[in-house]
């Protein structure tokens, strides 16, 4: 939670100085939370995600704002964490259209190679986007055959409603989904409750944890929660974070 409430405190103070950045995430219609990856940033600090994923498709320089004006400067001051954070400079089209070249990457430094296997091996297309999802801990073995969006959200608290995380899966490996949302909601207890939505279905979570071995009793959860396959189809501009 003091990493969580530090990074919010330094990313108020770079937008409040960062007339530019403050425009672009305005511009992409994104709350703070989901502007600063906050979320993804605590989780990679308590270890609980592989790496994390500075990139924004709809306008690519704010990923180089936000590396070098936000994250750079708190990772620096805060060397106990061990995070380092590179630049992907060399070509990582994952999808058409989508390159990652001039993003960013944070990751334990004395484990680089989840990253090194997905950025930096000359991978492309469906193989670098499988890659991605491994280097990002997501639980999709289904790579682009995922068919819901998930996300995950603080329920209530100080930082009420603040984004997480966001990432696709397959309805068919709900339990793998289950066992990661169970994983960052411990990693994040201390910040508040984490909720989760499937395809925009709030899952009821308190009985989450009795059904998580089952993909049975989650798809029974899901759809007491209003979620039907195919409710809402998985868009092209997933945040990968």
Do not use: Q
């Not at 703070?32 to 906050?38: I, N, S, V």
């Amino acid at each position: 939670a003091d990493v969580y409430r530090a990074f919010a405190a330094a990313s108020d103070a770079f937008f409040a100085g960062d007339e530019a950045a403050t425009a672009d995430a305005e511009a992409m219609d994104l709350p703070r939370a989901a502007a600063d990856l906050r979320g993804s940033l605590a989780l990679l600090a308590a270890g609980s995600k592989p790496s994390s994923l500075i990139a924004f498709g709809l306008r690519p320089a704010f990923a180089g704002r936000l590396a070098d004006g936000l994250w750079r400067p708190f990772l620096a001051a805060r060397p106990e964490l061990g995070l380092a954070l590179r630049e992907i400079d060399v070509a990582c089209e994952a999808l058409p259209g989508v390159d990652f070249r001039e993003s960013y990457v944070a990751h334990p430094a004395g484990s680089p190679e989840p990253v090194d296997a997905a950025y930096f091996a000359g991978l492309e297309g469906e193989a670098l986007y499988d890659a991605i999802g491994v280097a990002l801990g997501y639980p999709n073995a289904s790579g682009l055959a995922a068919d819901v969006r998930v996300e995950y959200r603080v329920a209530s608290g100080a930082f009420a409603d603040d984004f997480v995380l966001e990432y696709e899966a397959h309805s068919e490996d709900l339990a793998s989904v289950a066992a990661h949302f169970l994983t960052c909601r411990d990693a994040l207890r201390d910040v508040g409750p984490l909720a989760m939505s499937v395809d925009g279905a709030d899952v009821p979570t308190a009985g989450l944890e009795a059904s998580a071995d089952d993909d049975g009793a989650l798809l029974a959860l899901l759809r007491r929660s209003g979620w039907a396959p195919g409710l809402n189809e998985v868009e092209a501009d997933i945040d990968f974070s």
